[in-house]
């Protein structure tokens, strides 16, 4: 007998995961456990006899000679089929995209890859055998492609998740179910839940960035703890998210959404007992002391600081400057020469003005190139503090919308960011500076 199983909190990727591995190994039977998110539930509720799946119960697991493990490695995730691993005559197959942890399972197939999503990993093989794939099946696995991925936003998306998208559209995958299951509207329950959360959250500095943390005891589950900590974490606005839910007295669930490529979600969880990617984790542990796993959990984050960016770090130094008396000829001269776009104004060492490449072509539109820049320099010069952070800078730029900004230390011009330097933080560090 073969069966395919999944971690003990079945998500999109997990459920679609295991249809695909069933597709490549047929004849295995889907075992689900019983922690299902309610977009999963509410979805099989009308898909269970088109994608057929058996409960721990139903399965006689002495029979079993080959398991076939999805979106999971890690053996305290496994529930009901740990005692599968290592039982003579049992074959172990395993898919994932997770990093590797310390109890991960060794098993004779171990296929492991670092995209977005396990399904990808899964789909690739299918389109590699020529395994044909209908509109629901294409329909489903986008649901676990788009899930795992943030619909391909998450930092661990790869192009290999994009590429495996694009063959399910192209196999029928259909966008209205997508919607549909991707952006449910939250139960009364999941909405008053939320509200509570919005307004106990403990919000704390991390480095540069603001992380929240909330805990909560509750008499029994509430269905959906994943939607409700993803939309927090879209409303809150900070870097990352982690909450902690004592569900009765035997049991806590934690939840985590990362919003900055800075802050492992996945890692941190993992650390405590749960597991996940990057930019999402979970994990159901089997303690009673919810207020201990969020001291736990707060201690993991915190040793785990990001990397501190400043404005220094990125900044061009030193700054080319002009005086009030230079005249527009020349700053042109120096613009295109250098390729710079603008040029800082500085009288007696004090920053009084900038002058942009537009200012020069205005001036020379109106024949005032010999003309000194002070004549009609932007004077009102938005700059910053050198220990300020790339993000800071951003917004000055956004909100005020220049293209580039002095960096002073104690009044003095110490350097310059640009747009350029910016766009290499946001993209990346080899990004064009363009």
């Known amino acids: 007998m073969e069966i395919v199983v999944t971690h003990d909190m079945t998500d999109f990727d997990a459920l679609a995961a295991t249809v695909a591995a069933e597709k490549l190994h047929p004849g295995a039977t889907v075992v689900l456990g019983r922690g299902l998110g309610i977009e999963v539930r509410d979805y099989l509720a009308l898909h269970r006899d088109r994608f057929a799946t058996a409960l721990p119960d139903d399965v006689d697991l002495s029979a079993v000679r080959h398991l076939i493990v999805v979106d999971v490695r890690r053996k305290s995730r496994l529930g009901d089929f740990v005692a599968l691993l290592g039982r003579p005559g049992v074959r172990v197959t395993v898919y994932d995209h997770h990093p590797a942890a310390d109890d991960d399972i060794v098993g004779e197939g171990v296929v492991v ?23 629901m099946e294409a329909t489903l696995f986008a649901l676990g492609i788009h899930a795992d991925t943030g619909s391909l936003t998450y930092a661990g998306t790869t192009a290999r998740d994009a590429r495996a998208l694009g063959f399910l559209l192209e196999h029928g995958a259909s966008v209205p179910v997508l919607r549909r299951y991707l952006a449910p509207a939250l139960s009364v329950q999941q909405r008053a839940l939320l509200a509570d959360l919005l307004g106990a959250l403990q919000v704390e500095r991390l480095g540069h960035l603001h992380v929240a943390f909330v805990q ?18 879209e409303l809150s606005g900070h870097s990352a998210v982690f909450a902690v839910f004592g569900i009765g007295k035997t049991r806590v ?22 597991g996940g990617h ?36 990125l900044m061009s130094s030193p700054v080319h400057t002009v005086s ?11 613009l295109a020469s250098s390729g710079h776009t603008g ?32 004549s009609s320099m932007s004077q009102n010069v938005k700059s910053i503090d050198v220990e300020e952070t790339p993000e800071r800078a951003l917004e000055l730029m956004t909100e005020h919308d220049v293209g580039r900004l002095p960096v002073l230390r104690q009044g003095h011009l110490v350097g310059i960011v640009t747009r350029s ?6 993209y990346g560090e080899t990004a064009r500076a363009s």
């Open 113 to 135: 890859d670092l995209v977005g999503s396990t399904t990808t990993l899964l789909v690739e093989r299918m389109q590699e055998r020529g395994i044909p794939v209908d509109e």
């Open 216 to 233: 909560r005891d509750l008499p029994k589950a509430v269905s959906g703890f994943a939607e409700v900590i993803s939309v927090l974490a």
């Open 253 to 274: 669930q934690v939840v985590a959404r990362s919003r900055s490529p800075l802050i492992d979600a996945g890692a941190r969880v993992t650390e405590i007992g749960g």
């Open 278 to 313: 990057s930019g999402a984790a979970s994990g159901m542990l089997k303690r009673g002391d919810a207020r201990a796993v969020l001291d736990e959990l707060r201690r993991v984050v915190f040793a785990h600081p990001p990397a501190a960016r400043r404005v220094a770090d």
């Open 324 to 334: 009030p008396s230079v005249p527009f000829a020349e700053v042109a001269r120096s």
């Open 343 to 374: 040029v800082p104004v500085l009288r007696d060492g004090r920053l009084v003005g900038i002058v942009s490449r537009s200012d020069v072509e205005r001036a020379e539109r109106a024949g005032r190139l010999g003309l000194p820049v002070s």
């Open 421 to 426: 330097d910016l766009r290499r933080v946001l």
